[in-house]
Structures are given as C-alpha cells and as structure tokens.
C-alpha cells in the first residue's frame, strides 16, 4: 500500500479564533476554510509552552518541557539529571524519525532553534527564513535574506525585511516587498518546488511560515483589506484576573505595548488580519500545487499555530500565558481518505500530539508525550507549563473538558475558569468552589513529580514565593547583523556597513 505524503503548515503567533470557516464573520480565509469542509477541527487545541522556541522543541520531539528542558525562550536546559543531548532525552527528532521510515523530508521557513538558529533537525532539506540574524554571518546563511540580496539588490538598505520591530513592534505596518516577493510568498514557492521534485519516497514537509507575529506588515492590497472601524474591541474581564499574571505587564513595557488603547488595537488588528489573509493565499497555492499535481488525495495536512497573541485581550500583548488567546490554537487534520469531513471536535488535543500524527501515518506510531487521535486515543485533560520549574517564574496550567487551572509561582496565585459558561476568562472561580480548586492543586503538585518538575515542588504542595515584579526594560530588536543595537546610530558607520 503506497504512503501517504505528510504535510505540516505552521503559522506563528495565529490566533485560535481567527478563521472564517470556525465562525469569525469578518475575516476571509477561504483557503484555510478548504482544510476545515475537508477535515477535523480541533476547537480545544492547545500549546503546552505557549511561546516560540519551547513550543517548537514539543512539536519536532513530542515531548513536554520537562523533557526537552526548554520552558521558555531559552537555550535548553536539563534538570534532574537528564541527559545534555536534546535528542538522548527525547528520541530523534520527528524529520529524523521520518526519514528512518522511508520519508524524503524537508523544513522550510521559521525555526527558531536556541542557540544555533541552524541546528540540525533531520531534515534531508532544510531551509530557513528566520526573524532576526545575530550576526552578518548568520544573515548569509539565511534563504530569505540571500534571496532578496541577489534578486533585489536595490532593497539591501532595508534593516529589517518583515517590518521595523523594538517601539513598531505593535505599529501597523506595510511590508515593503510585492505579495510574490514577501517571506510567505517565498516559503510557499520553495515548497511548491519541494512537493513537484521527482522522488519515489513519500514526502514529510514541515512549512513555518513567520506570520502573523508582529510587527503585522501585510503586502498590498492585504494592507488595506480590513476597516479598522469593523474590528472588536480586545476582551476586558475582571481587573484583578486580568493583571494577575505578572508576565502581562513586564512583557507589554518590554515591547512598547503598555500604552495602547482599544482604537489602536482595533488599527492593529486590522493589519493582523490582513497578514492571516495573505498567508491564506499563500497557503491556498500550496493546495492548489497538491490538486493540480494529483498529490491531494494522498496527503495529509495538518494546520496549526506555535501559541496565539492576546491582541489587547485582558490588557496583554504577546503570548507567554495561559490565557485562551496566548495558548489556545488553530488545529486542522485533514486526510483526505478519512471518513469524518467538516468536522469541528471539543476533543482536548495539544501541539504534543503532533508527533503521533505524523509518525502514525508513516506506519509506525509513537506516542512519546503525545496522545494519538488518530488511533482513537481521547484526552481528558491537557497540562501545560511555563517558567523554569524552581523559580517565581514557574507556571502550571490544567485544562479538563470543563475547567481551566493555573497555578502561578511568583506569589502563589490561582485562578479557575469554568470555560464552557466563560470562555472569555473573566470570572476567577478560586474562591467560589474551593472544593474544585483543591482538587485541581492536587493534581498539579502530582504531575510536578517527575523529572525535569521536581524542583517546582516544595514538601507536600507547589513552591510559592513572594511576589514581585521584574524591572521594566525595553527590548531593542535591531539589525544586528551590522552591529545596530540602538537607536543612536552612526550614518558613517552605518553606511560603511552596507
């Protein structure tokens, strides 16, 4: 029986509640909409570390941060003993384990590996289009800036190619290239070309596409698809609940966003959408290559997101909690000799599943930390965690078919959502049923006991310490490359550098 191709499409920083098909009236994703009328939408999809680099490291090992010992954007860490090496701890990454089973493999977009940007995942082809570049050599090495350098010399005055960052983190933006020519555009035509190569293997093809993180930077005419005017106002809930997190505030003076109100987070979302849109387009080419190529019905799709962004949502911008718009995403599984069509599940899946997707329709399933769908294995509830385990940082969230618990280390904080009745999260229930609340302390403290969680744990209950909050700093996100680190720049070292 031939094997069926498997096809990976990941968007960065894509919210869960932002295709049409899944009940948004405003925006239009009619390509995104084709894998929904032809697959299983997961509506309780979670990512278990909701923020880039740890949510990247569970979906290529199909291991929780307890294991690939990354619980933020950090380099990776092992605690307790565990093993240095990223893939002695987890098992071969997933390209690696694919082409072990017959698989020609190829990455291609955003991968944002810690520390080496280029670590070796498996991939037989493997080529990146990352955010930012540390230095004029890892910039060389980058497909997307090498591409716009030979082809597009007149742009090389440009800092950054996907939009000015630092204090335009959250300004709306107009991406200076055609729609061809922007980093979506040229991540869906090597994977075209990826998909068309004469090969008598199956292919596995990892797409991660950088939008629509910000800065939101849409090429014309996507720019000017939506009225800021038609755009919601981000979800205020309970002041308390909504500042309890102290990553909230820390993060939005860090990226210029502590000042932003809902006029101009309406402008804002409006410019976001008009990213997810354009990369609808480009995804729509990459379905219109498997049909007109009679690939379609032998390839499995997956659509998903790392996290999502809080778009102004509880007064938060950014990921990194574990608010429904931080850790809840988009998860499509479409295959096309499946039975179930247009399908929309409650059914509790997370980023860690990934793993036994994939290898289950190579032939030779393994779970790891994963539950596998496909084999008809059913969740009941999803943990996640945030924070290196043993500092105030920590945080541990449970989400069952009806509640959501988390547990916040810095100050002992709680909170309790019963999300079927409140799935804006705006009444914290802690102390209205401590009966549930109890339980779910109980459970959180058990899931610490195993290594990599140890030190989250103090005797007989998760560690509390005093709150506090970090200092306040900006983060300066320059081109580097050429040794831009601040806003006083020199125009006669700068000009000497290009």
């Known amino acids: 029986m031939e094997k069926k191709n498997v096809l990976f499409i990941m968007c960065d920083q894509f919210r869960y509640d932002c295709i049409s098909a899944l009940g948004n009236s405003v925006i239009r994703t009619p390509n995104i909409d084709r894998l929904v009328e032809n697959g299983v939408s997961f509506q309780n999809a979670y990512s278990t570390c909701p923020v880039c680099v740890p949510a990247r490291y569970t979906i290529m090992t199909g291991r929780e941060p307890n294991i690939t010992g990354c619980y933020c954007n950090e380099t990776p860490a092992p605690l307790d003993r565990q093993a240095d090496n990223m893939e002695e701890r987890c098992g071969p990454y997933l390209a690696r384990y694919m082409s072990g089973r017959g698989y020609r493999t190829f990455g291609i977009g955003k991968f944002h590996t810690i520390p080496d940007c280029y670590e070796d995942l498996g991939f037989e082809t493997h080529m990146h289009t990352e955010e930012l570049w540390e230095t004029a050599e890892i910039k060389e090495r980058d497909a997307y800036a090498s591409f716009i350098r030979k082809q597009f010399p007149e742009y090389g005055h440009l800092d950054q190619l996907h939009g000015e960052r630092s204090n335009m983190y959250y300004v709306p933006q107009l991406s200076a290239f055609s729609a061809e020519n922007t980093v979506e555009g040229f991540v869906a035509r090597l994977t075209i070309e990826e998909m068309n190569k004469m090969d008598p293997r199956p292919f596995f093809g990892f797409v991660s596409f950088i939008g629509p993180h910000p800065p939101c930077a849409p090429p014309v005419p996507y720019n000017l698809m939506y009225d800021p005017d038609v755009m919601s106002n981000p979800v205020h809930g309970?002041?308390?609940?909504?500042?309890?997190?102290?990553?909230?505030?820390?993060?939005?003076?860090?990226?210029?966003?502590?000042?932003?109100?809902?006029?101009?987070?309406?402008?804002?979302?409006?410019?976001?959408?008009?990213?997810?849109?354009?990369?609808?387009?480009?995804?729509?080419?990459?379905?219109?290559?498997?049909?007109?190529?009679?690939?379609?019905?032998?390839?499995?799709?997956?659509?998903?997101?790392?996290?999502?962004?809080?778009?102004?949502?509880?007064?938060?911008?950014?990921?990194?909690t574990f608010f429904e718009a931080s850790a809840r995403v988009p998860f499509i599984l479409c295959d096309p000799a499946?039975?179930?069509?247009?399908?929309?599940?409650?059914?509790?899946?997370?980023?860690?599943?990934?793993?036994?997707?994939?290898?289950?329709?190579?032939?030779?399933?393994?779970?790891?930390?994963?539950?596998?769908?496909?084999?008809?294995?059913?969740?009941?509830?999803?943990?996640?965690?945030?924070?290196?385990?043993?500092?105030?940082?920590?945080?541990?969230?449970?989400?069952?078919?009806?509640?959501?618990?988390?547990?916040?280390?810095?100050?002992?904080?709680?909170?309790?959502?019963?999300?079927?009745?409140?799935?804006?999260?705006?009444?914290?229930?802690?102390?209205?049923?401590?009966?549930?609340?109890?339980?779910?302390?109980?459970?959180?403290?058990a899931y610490c006991q195993r290594d990599g969680l140890f030190a989250a744990c103090a005797e007989t209950r998760l560690k509390v310490f005093p709150f506090s909050s970090r200092p306040r700093k900006r983060i300066h996100q320059f081109e580097f490359s050429r040794g831009i680190d601040d806003f006083v720049v020199s125009s006669k070292n700068y000009f000497s550098s290009m």
């Open 238 to 320: 309970d002041p308390a609940t909504d500042t309890m997190d102290e990553q909230i505030d820390f993060m939005n003076y860090t990226i210029w966003a502590d000042e932003i109100n809902d006029a101009a987070a309406r402008n804002i979302k409006s410019r976001y959408y008009g990213e997810i849109s354009y990369i609808d387009a480009c995804v729509g080419k990459i379905l219109d290559n498997l049909e007109e190529s009679g690939k379609r019905d032998n390839t499995v799709i997956c659509f998903f997101a790392d996290h999502g962004d809080h778009m102004g949502d509880h007064g938060a911008w950014q990921k990194e």
């Open 338 to 445: 499946a039975s179930s069509r247009n399908t929309v599940t409650n059914d509790l899946v997370c980023l860690t599943d990934l793993f036994a997707i994939a290898s289950t329709v190579a032939g030779f399933p393994e779970d790891r930390d994963g539950s596998n769908w496909i084999a008809g294995e059913r969740r009941h509830q999803v943990y996640g965690i945030y924070g290196r385990p043993g500092t105030r940082f920590f945080k541990i969230m449970i989400r069952s078919e009806k509640y959501k618990y988390i547990y916040m280390s810095n100050g002992g904080r709680e909170q309790l959502f019963e999300l079927d009745r409140d799935r804006n999260e705006s009444f914290n229930l802690v102390e209205q049923l401590p009966v549930v609340t109890n339980q779910f302390q109980k459970e959180a403290f």
